[in-house]
């Protein structure tokens, strides 16, 4: 399996623009987590889905975000406008439903984002 | 709630000395309780959860309820070892599956 797929790892936008991040999870699993890292608050769950469906996007910071799910293979979150305070590691996660005991995420490798 | 705090963000120890990165969490239930490690600029990886009470890397943590904590440590530490190490707590049971990450610590280990 090649694990989490978050295709580009650096993205650079102008403030203002509207930017799409890009996640592909691992096949047969249940659950999608983005995260946002900073220096100052560290990693944050900004919103998960189970099954392509949006549990719990209690942490998304601001209308400015947005997020799907279109089918099990693929989601996506969008900042549009963005804004220099965006800039972050956001990472992607999966997890499968079952035998989630003691089973963690698979991460992807983070796509770093510069809003300038 | 759940809550995961890591009192240090930095930690620096010399090659082969011992070193212990403390967790302490807050929930009402039973917790899972994890480590994730990141190496740098790269993905986080899940390093060891307390279930399995296993070792990876000479690392252990062992769940203390009685403390509520959650501590990683390692009696010789390497300069591989440097990283950035995460504690991540998930209700053990219940439809919230997601993790609470503490806020890390960087950890340093100097030659």
């Known amino acids: 399996d090649a694990g989490v797929i978050q295709s580009t790892r650096h993205e650079v936008t102008e403030m203002g623009q509207e930017v799409t991040l890009r996640c592909k999870p691992i096949?047969?699993?249940?659950?999608l987590f983005w995260y946002r890292q900073t220096m100052m608050r560290g990693l944050e769950l900004l919103i998960y889905?189970?099954?392509?469906?949006?549990?719990?996007d209690s942490g998304m910071p601001e209308d400015r975000f947005s997020a799907k799910m279109p089918n099990a293979s693929f989601s996506t979150l969008k900042i549009q406008p963005s804004e220099p305070r965006d800039s972050a590691v956001y990472f992607c996660?999966?997890?499968?439903?079952?035998?989630?005991?003691?089973?963690?995420?698979?991460f992807g490798s983070g796509t770093r984002l510069t809003v300038v | 709630a759940q809550r995961v705090t890591q009192p240090e963000k930095l930690l620096s120890v010399f090659k082969g000395a011992p070193v212990e990165l403390k967790c302490n969490y807050s929930?009402?239930?039973?917790?899972?309780l994890f480590w994730y490690v990141q190496y740098s600029r790269q993905r986080l990886q899940l390093l060891l959860r307390?279930?399995s009470r296993e070792s990876i890397k000479g690392f252990t943590a062992d769940l203390n309820k009685g403390e509520t904590s959650f501590h990683l440590k390692k009696p010789f530490a390497q300069e591989e070892d440097s990283a950035m190490y995460y504690c991540?707590?998930?209700?053990?049971?219940?439809?919230?599956?997601?993790?609470?990450f503490g806020s890390g610590t960087q950890l340093t280990v100097l030659p």
């Open positions: 996660a999966s997890s499968p439903r079952t035998g989630g005991i003691g089973y963690g995420y698979t």
């Open positions: 096949s047969g699993h249940d659950y």
């Open positions: 889905f189970n099954n392509n469906v949006p549990i719990d």
């Open positions: 929930y009402s239930g039973s917790p899972e």
């Open positions: 307390h279930i």
């Open positions: 991540a707590l998930r209700p053990f049971s219940g439809s919230a599956r997601q993790l609470t």
